[in-house]
């Protein structure tokens, strides 16, 4: 520092504190912003609707419900069109994949015998029917998922209400 | 002039190499904005009937239930009270929408008549599509006003536990 000085005499040291205070910041921010998401962001053709609840997600059991597919766990399990058109309320192919994750996660088990990790989050677009959502819930408590979340896009109420008159 | 000489000194000795640093805090800050997500989920937790028949906390049966029925054109609110229920108030669809303000507001009166109910069921027809559920669903959770000469938004909670079920 003291060369450069001395080489060109008249240059201004650049005074980097507050430059430095605010890189600072955004770290912090970014490191922040981004410990608290638990539910993994769905791919892009799945729009989630807005809500203004401010429930946090948990981590559990992931099932995608885009216009096309439905995903068990990132896997493609059944087609959205088969499910709107089938007759009975039960998705097998949901079920038997839900009962294997079940069988497949060594769960501890509370002192009635149940097993805590009964979650399952459902991201689905929100243009779906919901003639599907209510067959998927009905195949995921079948499957011995009784607590079900469904997945929403936080909309932190920035847009004000209608006014009151 | 001594002093002067004196305070350039000074400052000389409190330089710090900050140069290193900066590149570590432009690289993470990089790294973090490629890798952040803006828009943040949050969940609807649903009660399931199922779900409450087996706590076993409550001994008596609630008295009274409130129901809101979600139709193609319409949102109905019923009350079921010993044994009977009626259809208390009916919000058409406006347009394309529901009307969900008036909808909050008549719901938070039902609050305020039974204070201690909590829980409230949404019936659903087939054919609605899930984005209306959910807006429904946070209506009957909670309304937004905003008093007046008051930028900030207030949420009042109404029925926390909401379930759901087949439009009758």
Known sequence: MKRMRRNKPGTIPLSLTSLMDVFTNLVFFLLLSQGVANVDEPPKEIKLPDSYVDVKGRASVNILVSNELISVQGEPTATTADVLNAQSDLIPAVRDKLLLIKRASTGVLDKDGNDPNQEVTILAHSQIPFKVMKKLMMTCTTAGYTKISLAVRENSGVTAPPKRN | MPSGLHRRKKHENHDLELTTFLNLLVVLISFLLVTSVFSRIAIQELKLPTAAGAGGAIDTPPQVTIEVILRKNAVEVSLSKDG?????????????????????????????????????????????????????????????????????VQKIPIFSDVSLGDAP
């Open chain 2, 84 to 152: 009977k229920s009626n259809i208390v108030a009916s919000y058409p669809k406006s347009g394309d929408k529901y009307d969900l303000q008036k909808l909050s507001e008549y719901l938070l009166g039902l609050k305020n008549q039974y204070k201690d109910k909590n829980d409230a069921t949404l019936l659903i027809e087939p054919d609605i599509v899930y984005e209306d559920v959910i807006h429904v669903m946070d209506a009957m959770k909670m309304t937004r006003i905003s008093p007046p000469g008051d930028v900030a």
